[in-house]
């Protein structure tokens, strides 16, 4: 049987979602997924995120530490859904019905309305545009600081940001079988267990500053209720003579949510290897901060952090979050109060 083309999964574009920016703020992906990213400002300010997200929406935080430059992004996405056969996507934000032909200035009005929400935060915080997006990709991919130059045509963004990646695969039968390797430096993939605040994120953050680092956290949204009715299905099992407890256990899970994780993607040099590891152990077991250093999970980890990726990673917990503001890097309410006292 003849094949209409042939991919090779030992490139990184043949698993890479993205797809072409349509808009100059706007990416559509392979999938249909339409994605945008918010650049955080500076200082701290006082305002509110609308969090009316159905399902089918997805948010990433990501902190790039790399060489010695800080940036902190949130990247949007919006994955349509529609029911049999018609075009209206049912998911557009606040439960809205959305045409086929009025899906991306939906998705364009509702990003525009987040970069507002956190400019009220975040001063300063703004929408990239073009070049701006593409730098942003290619440096979360490579996470070596690179500035992109927009093409001619801002299609293939797959093939056009991984074309000199320089990534090592290793072969499946291999002792080497989950190592990643990108432009001769190993990629080690932090799962952690628990979300800090914002303050003392900062201070664990702060042991790292002589490495490179993306600290990153997604979240695949879920409505309240879907997400209330998951919880209790995975904790069906716990404390059987005594469902009083799990009920109480589940009681002081506050706010709206998702399947959230936490994750920090280093990047170190081969020789230094052994001994980086060492010391993050030690670091995040100093601050009692549960993680999993992965080794089979590398790679699903890694390709989860990335903007857009929202099939990769597994399976993860769901999780309701009370303060969005917090859990985004945005100074929520604990964080405000102790700037409040430190000033008083």
């Not at 490579?142 to 963004?157: A, G, K």
């Amino acid at each position: 049987m003849l094949e209409d083309y042939e991919l090779d999964y030992g490139k990184p574009y043949a698993w890479l979602s993205w797809g072409g920016l349509i808009l100059p703020e706007v990416v559509r992906n392979k999938d249909g997924s339409l994605m945008g990213f918010v650049r955080y400002g500076n200082g701290g300010g006082a305002g509110k995120l609308g969090m009316d997200y159905p399902e089918g929406w997805a948010m990433w935080l990501d902190k790039q530490h790399l060489q010695g430059g800080e940036a902190l992004t949130l990247c949007l996405l919006w994955n349509p859904m529609k029911k049999g056969k018609s075009s209206v996507a049912w998911n557009g934000y606040g439960g809205e019905q959305v045409e086929a032909g009025k899906r991306v200035d939906h998705f364009l009005r509702v990003l525009l309305k987040l970069e507002k929400e956190a400019a009220s935060l975040s001063p300063g915080s703004r929408v990239l545009r073009l070049g701006e997006v593409l730098t942003y990709l290619k440096t979360a991919l490579q996470m070596v600081p690179e500035e992109v130059s927009m093409p001619d045509v801002p299609l293939y963004l797959d093939a056009v940001l991984s074309r000199d990646m320089d990534m090592k695969l290793f072969a499946p039968g291999s002792a080497d079988k989950n190592r990643l390797n990108i432009r001769n430096r190993e990629i080690v993939a932090i799962s952690l267990k628990s979300s800090l605040r914002e303050s003392r994120l900062a201070l664990v953050l702060r042991a790292f500053h002589q490495m490179d680092y993306r600290f990153c956290r997604r979240v695949l949204l879920m409505p309240e209720e879907k997400l209330g009715a998951e919880l209790k299905r995975l904790t069906g099992g716990w404390c059987r003579q005594r469902e009083s407890i799990t009920e109480y256990m589940l009681s002081k899970q506050k706010g709206s949510g998702g399947m959230a994780s936490d994750m920090l993607i280093f990047a170190i040099r081969p020789e230094e290897l052994e001994a980086r590891q060492e010391y993050i152990r030690q670091v995040l077991e100093a601050v009692d901060l549960p993680f999993v250093m992965e080794d089979f999970g590398c790679k699903q980890v890694w390709w989860s952090s990335l903007p857009g990726m929202f099939r990769a990673g597994g399976r993860q917990w769901p999780r309701k979050i009370e303060d969005w503001e917090e859990w985004l890097l945005l100074g929520g309410s604990q964080t405000r109060k102790e700037a409040e006292l430190v000033q008083a």
